[in-house]
């Protein structure tokens, strides 16, 4: 039986993956209604890879025989952003608050004496290593195409490769109908 603190700790990561994948779908619908079909399908991707997040804590909490409880969330910015530049600075930023909001949980479970979660939450520790990279790398492009219309246009093709790719590793297919 899991412990109320782990919870509720394990509770509001899920509230967190949820809202995490409504933001990328927001900021996915930004870029296709901006012309950046690659980053658009890119976002819709991290979107679903977000849900599966969620999904997974929700099923580790009630196998657990703890209770899943969804908060209610605020708005997601949809029409915020300025710039391509400006989507991908949004994302390395949250994936940096969900890195921390994990080694929190992480830590919540080691005082809890609660092994067993922490040696599951390792899973995700790994995880955002990858997801900052990724964001951190494509936002080091943007800043090096600046404003040029050439730059970001192979930036957008990149996106659209690199989504592919990762459909075709997890063999999810081709990106969602729009
Ligand atoms: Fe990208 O964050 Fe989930 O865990």
């Known amino acids: 039986m899991i412990s109320k603190k782990v919870s509720k700790a394990l ?6 993956e949820e809202f995490s994948s ?4 927001a900021m996915a619908s930004w870029c296709q209604l ?3 079909q690659g980053a658009s399908d890119f976002l819709y991707t991290q979107s679903d890879e ?8 929700v099923h580790y909490l009630t196998d657990r025989g703890g209770a899943v409880q969804y908060a209610s969330m605020g708005p997601v ?4 952003y300025k710039t391509l530049s ?5 994302v390395l930023a949250h994936e940096e608050m969900i890195s921390a909001s994990i080694n929190s949980l992480y830590g919540i479970c080691n005082a809890e004496e609660d092994y067993t979660t922490a040696h599951y939450l390792q899973w995700y520790i790994n995880e955002q290593i990858e997801e900052e990279s990724t964001a951190r790398g494509i936002l080091d492009k943007i800043t090096l195409a600046g404003d040029q ?13 690199i989504n592919l790719a990762k459909k075709a590793a997890a063999g999810t297919g081709t990106t969602p109908a729009t």
């Open 86 to 90: 400006d989507v991908f600075r949004k």
């Open 77 to 80: 910015p949809a029409t915020g």
């Open 149 to 161: 219309k050439g730059g970001l246009f192979m930036i957008d093709k990149e996106l659209s490769a």
């Open 22 to 25: 409504r933001l990328y779908l």
């Open 11 to 16: 509770n509001e990561q899920i509230n967190k």
């Open 34 to 36: 901006n012309g950046y």
């Open 50 to 57: 977000e849900r599966m997040h969620m999904l997974k804590l």
